[in-house]
């Protein structure tokens, strides 16, 4: 398993501020992965994180408003820019231990509220 | 990509009687897992049971697959108060990228236990 951390657990935030969102492994990992839970739903993915490139987004996210950084291979963090109520959510972040069991290991959150 | 179906979307049961959940998807997949949700916090992995299984049992849990119906069970026996969380199923999404894999996953089952 892996074990994984996340800073802040949750925020209170203004409208048009940003905040950014740290993940840290205890291991080291090739690939982290950044969710997004909005109230009631299910997880989608906003984009892989590779260490050493930049990350990859899927549709609907991009990059201006979810800037991520990755600068070695137990840290990765994700930035919620120019906020709107919209972007209340919880954040998770994941890794795949690379081992070829497809289990992915979960942070604890992050539960964002934007006033 | 293709994303699970779940239901039912609520579950709520007495203490001690067994909840299923099941789960449909879209594509042909390499494997299927089950996570659990307690109260907005982060996944945690359950079970995962490749294309080539049919039932896998793990403690009180056991799964199906029927990738001719391209679905899924997942049975809870005896259950527990411990046991109220949301359930979702997750499917592998596209490639393995440097050892790490996508997942899709489903909207998820809302489970309550009554005790």
């Known amino acids: 398993s892996a074990v994984i951390s996340q800073k802040p657990s949750r925020d209170i935030c203004q409208r048009g501020t940003s905040l950014t969102i740290q993940c840290q492994v205890d291991?080291?990992?090739?690939?982290m992965f950044w969710y997004r839970q909005q109230p009631g739903q299910s997880l989608t993915l906003i984009a892989t994180?590779?260490?050493?490139?930049?990350?990859?987004?899927e549709s609907g996210f991009v990059i201006d408003k979810f800037p991520i950084s990755r600068p070695n291979l137990t840290f990765s963090t994700l930035t919620v820019s120019n906020m709107s109520p919209e972007d209340s959510s919880i954040y998770l972040c994941?890794?795949?231990?690379?081992?070829?069991?497809?289990?992915?290991?979960f942070g604890p959150g992050t539960r964002l509220t934007v006033l | 990509s293709q994303q699970g179906e779940e239901d039912p979307q609520a579950l709520s049961i007495q203490e001690g009687e067994n909840a299923t959940m099941n789960c449909s998807y879209k594509?042909?997949?390499?494997?299927l897992q089950w996570y659990r949700q307690n109260s907005g916090r982060g996944l945690v992995h359950l079970i995962l049971i490749r294309s080539n299984e049919r039932e896998k049992h793990s403690g009180r849990l056991r799964v199906t697959l029927d990738t001719s119906k391209k679905s899924s069970s997942l049975l809870i026996t005896a259950s527990r108060a411990a046991d109220t969380a949301s359930y979702f199923c997750a499917t592998d999404d596209g490639p393995v990228i440097q050892g790490a894999q996508k997942l899709v996953f489903g909207q998820g089952t809302r489970l309550t236990i009554n005790p």
């Open positions: 994941s890794v795949d231990r690379g081992l070829h069991t497809d289990t992915q290991y």
């Open positions: 994180a590779n260490q050493g490139s930049e990350a990859t987004y």
């Open positions: 594509t042909s997949i390499n494997n």
């Open positions: 291991s080291q990992v090739t690939m």
